[in-house]
């Protein structure tokens, strides 16, 4: 645990992720758990193009909460809500399915497969004496269903229900720190995102980014190298555990 | 995780730890923090005596917080002030020592030795399949450094400074069984304190003893056995796990 972020000047204590797309392949896990749905009632639909119009919802439902439009509603209220817009996208009315069925589905947001580096990558950061977690827009609930499906070894889970802020909000990023009694400058994102990276380096934090081009799948063009001078970038959790 | 508990007549999902004397042992870890803080000032005193002024001033710290009279302060704070309430008990000026010492000593709190069935009852209960955490009064980053230190392998650490709240404050004990969207009869504390399962079970939770006759040391004459019908009692948290 001695190293100095170059943008914050401080020895980072705590390492803190990105989840969707960064730890876990949201793609492949949610089309997975869509085709199979689709299959039992014989819906003739492309599971990964529907995966991507459920996440294209993503950003702007959160957006509501964080413009004030509506209260904080936890993002499992938000996967639910976004599911029936998908479904409506294709012409399906969510009324015609067993709500309990709509509802195992949209939990299949809890049980996303880690992409093959995070646990190994997690657990060496670990191991190097730093704290670890998670800093995403999921829920507690969530992300605890999620570790304990997938092995991530998190020391603790601050879900957004607890800072009740979606990121790139100050709070979401800031919340956590305080919860830490680190110093900002002390936290660092990883993340495959450089809009949150972004949003966190305002606020203080150091930043490490993790290319995921496979995140939207192999026909989106998503950048393999970081746009911008991050204090540490590489193509796997397990390459930025080697430099820390 | 088949365990349906009697009193709430729910499946447990969670068990969550008192942590202060049912997971830890902290007259020990306090004495020996203090015996060396003592020798190196060449202070006269018995550092067990200490440790229980100290922790005498916990409920009445707390009580302050409860009642309103003061806004929420984190566990740090309130034994950062009773360290310096103790020290004057003894006739000691807390202005004669360097505050970083003082501020040190009170990390003691952070690093406390746990019982010896601590890490193996707390991990068979998560190998069945349960959640486990805290449940404690103690800050996130305090039961986080502890978790750390003593190998307790927590799912989550959702301190009273999430909640903002101290036992036996109902929210205290429905806060974390809201984040992590279970119904309080899903959740058990296991406690070595009669009045702490009390107050949990009085707002639905589901609840286990253990019996920890040496907390107050062995002079002291603590229960060892519980003197309510609690869903479960022990004389160690292996014990519980067996029946769970």
Same mark, same amino acid.
């Given at each position: ?104 589905? $949209?939990? @299949? ?5 880690? &992409?093959?580096?995070?646990? #190994?990558? +997690? /657990?060496? *950061? ?94 989106? $063009?998503? @950048? ?5 001078? &991050?204090?540490?970038?590489? #193509?796997? +959790? /397990?390459? *930025?555990?080697?430099?820390?």
């Amino acid at each position: 645990m001695t190293y100095v972020s170059p943008s914050t000047g401080q020895t980072v204590r705590a390492v803190l992720f990105d989840v969707f797309g960064t730890v876990v392949d949201w793609r492949s896990g949610i089309a997975a758990a869509v085709g199979a749905f689709a299959s039992v009632h014989g819906l003739d639909l492309d599971p990964y193009a529907f995966a991507d119009s459920w996440r294209g919802q993503y950003q702007p439902a959160m957006q509501r909460v964080r413009a004030g439009a509506r209260p904080f509603v936890t993002l499992d209220v938000l996967h639910r809500e976004n599911l029936d817009d998908a479904l409506r996208a294709l012409g399906l009315d969510p009324g015609d399915f067993d709500p309990v069925e709509l509802d195992g589905l $949209a939990r @299949a947001w809890h049980f996303l497969p880690p &992409w093959p580096d995070s646990v #190994a990558g +997690i /657990t060496a *950061i670990k191991r190097s004496g730093y704290i670890v977690g998670p800093m995403s827009n999921g829920n507690t609930s969530l992300l605890l269903d999620m570790a304990k499906a997938a092995g991530l070894p998190w020391d603790l889970i601050l879900g957004s229900d607890v800072s009740r802020a979606y990121k790139p909000d100050p709070e979401a990023y800031l919340r956590p720190a305080a919860l830490l009694e680190l110093d900002p400058g002390e936290v660092m994102l990883a993340a495959a995102h450089e809009a949150d990276l972004a949003a966190a380096r305002k606020v203080g934090l150091a930043t490490a980014f993790i290319a995921r081009p496979l995140e939207q799948g192999p026909a989106a $063009a998503q @950048a393999a190298a970081a746009t911008q001078d &991050w204090d540490l970038a590489g #193509a796997a +959790i /397990t390459e *930025i555990a080697g430099r820390l």
